[in-house]
């Protein structure tokens, strides 16, 4: 039997759930503290009827200052804070004269004036509502900071996006230039039917690669097969001195990868190994894994270079220092990107890879929606039995919530 994972919801994910969670357990904290504190006094148990009707003030006053406050959390600090330093004072003042109130009407007998009942109640009430409101700003200011820094990961995401796009761009211009080039020079020779197969083997190249978006990922298979598209265009260029070589396990021909990411690698070994070369040179391409990792080689059998080199190797254009960057950016620290070279032994380039597939990204993406589907459940049924509790309050308690859903909503 399978057993969906169930991953733990934030507290704050569903913000109108979350706010009556915390104002139905805080006020019932503060009404279960006073009545164990006069418990414990030897009070009778009717002291718990003002108790329980100041604690229901407390609750509605609070609702009407959620409302105030929404209007004040967006504008200047001295405006915010000493407008609540002023509405705190009435509210205060409010709660104080009905928990006086309702204390006399109970105890008409009561000798303690009310201004005496009044102050003790304000300071009860400064208490609580003081409280009360610094929460509010708290949790509101912690998740103002929380939607920044979530729309601050977009941007750089779309920026990251932006920059992919803008490598690959770099790199399509590069090849269209050298192709383009040897079909003119193929014209100007007269030689229609070889600059007429280029063409039209240029033209199959290109609509391949079209229909991956620049910041898709495509299957190794896919990579392999615009690889083989770019050197048939290239053999009719340099005939017999271009010699390619694939070594591919079968286990990762469906592992995902940046589109275009290994033909300017081809590109370089071309440009570098078989044009100096009158004999030409192999250009062999390999990829296998390795544990968790994807590991391709590219290498030739060119001329190489004085000394090792890793990350960018001069005299190479844009094309190594374009992939080691879209690699940075895709993967960070999870990809490996390095050359190696010497002279006389050829110049070769190692990447390593996440592996992953497409199969395993859609079983990802399934749990997360199946696990989502099961949380909006609970939040609506959540909200079906709120909304029932809610119907036995009082009207003005209904028209506070309101508010208050539209505040927690922007």
Do not use: C
Request: proline share 4%; charged share 20%; glycine share 6%.
């Amino acid at each position: 039997m399978a057993v969906m994972e169930i991953r733990p919801q934030p507290f704050f994910g569903n913000k109108n759930r979350a706010f009556w969670n915390l104002q139905s357990a805080g006020w019932a904290g503060a009404l279960i503290l006073r009545a164990i504190g006069g418990i414990s006094n030897g009070l009778p148990l009717s002291f718990l009827v003002p108790v329980i009707i100041s604690t229901i003030t407390g609750y509605s006053i609070s609702l009407l200052l959620s409302v105030v406050y929404k209007n004040l959390i967006h504008r200047r600090p001295i405006v915010t804070w000493s407008s609540t330093a002023v509405i705190l004072t009435i509210a205060s003042a409010l709660y104080a004269f009905i928990d006086a109130w309702v204390f006399l009407i109970q105890n008409p007998t009561s000798e303690t004036a009310f201004g005496t009942l009044f102050l003790g109640s304000l300071f009860l009430g400064i208490m609580l509502l003081g409280a009360w409101s610094a929460l509010y700003y708290a949790i509101n200011f912690f998740l103002r900071v929380e939607e920044q820094n979530d729309q601050l990961l977009q941007l750089e995401a779309q920026a990251t996006r932006a920059q992919l796009a803008m490598l690959r761009y770099q790199l399509n211009p590069h090849f269209l230039f050298n192709t383009l080039n040897s079909i003119s020079t193929l014209v100007l020779l007269r030689q229609t039917e070889p600059a007429n197969a280029m063409l039209s083997r240029l033209s199959s190249f290109l609509r391949h690669t079209l229909v991956n978006e620049v910041h898709s990922r495509v299957t190794l298979a896919q990579e392999v097969e615009t690889l083989h598209l770019y050197l048939d265009i290239e053999k009719m260029r340099f005939e017999e001195r271009l010699r390619s070589h694939f070594d591919i396990d079968p286990a990762v021909r469906n592992a995902l990868l940046p589109s275009l990411l290994l033909q300017p690698l081809v590109e370089n070994a071309i440009k570098y190994a078989v044009t100096p070369q009158e004999e030409g040179a192999d250009i062999s391409v390999s990829a296998h894994l390795d544990g968790d990792k994807l590991r391709i080689t590219v290498s030739d059998t060119g001329p190489g270079k004085a000394g090792n080199t890793s990350g960018k190797a001069e005299s190479t254009g844009v094309g190594l220092g374009n992939i080691q960057e879209r690699l940075n950016q895709a993967y960070g620290e999870g990809a490996i990107f390095e050359t190696r070279s010497s002279p006389g032994e050829g110049f070769s380039v190692f990447i390593a890879l996440p592996f992953e597939t497409r199969e395993q990204i859609q079983r990802e993406a399934a749990d997360h929606a199946a696990t989502g589907e099961q949380l909006r459940n609970e939040t609506i049924f959540g909200e079906h039995a709120s909304s029932d509790d809610h119907q036995r309050e009082s009207a003005n308690a209904r028209t506070m919530a309101s508010f208050q859903h539209k505040d927690l909503k922007t």
